[in-house]
């Protein structure tokens, strides 16, 4: 059974900075994409950063670029994601989400598999 489990969530002051980690289990990453989103009350879940096993190719989002860096070690089956100079428009439920074949896409539709979330809180 494939599982995702986050972590890492909390509370933190602007300019802070956390680390998010997502676990996987029933599969290993060498043949996934393990993407990041995030979803604001009221607004629609959007991706954040992704990380390809097919090449190690990394994207992410123009509102995170230069703040957000995705990393994965495959040993552990764990995708980071940490997060530098936090915004309270980062606010959100950060989900961790898998899809295979590997693909380069933050399309919500185009991953199989997700976590239930951990929550991140900016305060100003």
Known sequence: ???LVE???GLVQAGGSLRLSCAASG?????YTIGWFRQAPGKEREGVSYISSKDGSTY???SVKGRFTISSDNAKNTVY?????LKPEDTAVYYCAAAQPPLKSLLVGAYDY???GTQVTVSS
Do not use: I, K, R
């Not at 994601?81 to 100079?85: D, G, I, K, T």
């Open 1 to 3: 059974e494939v599982q």
């Open 60 to 62: 992410y989002a123009d």
């Open 27 to 31: 599969f290993t990453f060498d043949d």
């Open 7 to 9: 972590s890492g969530g």
């Open 81 to 85: 994601l940490q997060m530098n100079s």
């Open 114 to 116: 997700w976590g239930q």
